[in-house]
C-alpha cells in the first residue's frame, strides 16, 4: 500500500477523491481486473464509510463528470487523487488518449508543473519494473 495521507484529509475530499477514481476507471467504458484491482486498493486507504463506499461503487456503473470530481478536491487531495489516477490509468498497461487528456485536465485544474503528468507516468513504470522484478526474485527463488 502507498503511504500517504489521504486518510488524514475532510471526509468530502476523500469522496470526491474516490469519485474521481470511478471516473477513472470508466473514462474508456471498461472496467479491467487490473483497473478494478487498482480502485479497491485505493478505495481502502481512503477510510470512507460503507454507505459512501456503496455510493462510489455505484459511481462505476455511472460516473460523475470530471468537473464534478474536481470541485470538491483541495490541493492535497487533488495531487493525490492525480497521483493515483495516473496508477489507473496506466493500471492495464497502457494510458489511452482520453486517459490522457483527462489526467492533463487535473494537473492543469490544480496549476501543478506543466511536466506533472510526465513524472507521474515515469514514477508509474519504474514502479511497475520495480514490481515485476519481485514477482521475477519470487520464481527464481524457487527454482
Partial sequence: MLPDTLHKLPQAERFAYAQLLAYMARIDNELTVEEMAMFEQRLGTALLSPKQRDKIRVSLKHPPT?????????????RLALRDAVLM????????????????KIAAHFGLAPDAVNRLLKWTVEGYSWMQSGYD??????Q
Avoid: F, I, K, M
Avoid at 470530471?66 to 487533488?78: A, F, I, M, V, Y
Avoid at 497502457?94 to 486517459?99: H, K, L
Avoid at 526474485?137 to 524457487?142: I, Q
Fill in 137 to 142: 526474485l519470487l520464481n527464481d527463488l524457487s
Fill in 66 to 78: 470530471l468537473e464534478e470530481c474536481l470541485d470538491n478536491l483541495g490541493p492535497e487531495s487533488g
Fill in 89 to 104: 490509468a496506466a493500471a492495464d498497461g497502457t494510458v489511452d488518449e482520453y486517459e490522457r487528456e483527462s489526467l492533463d
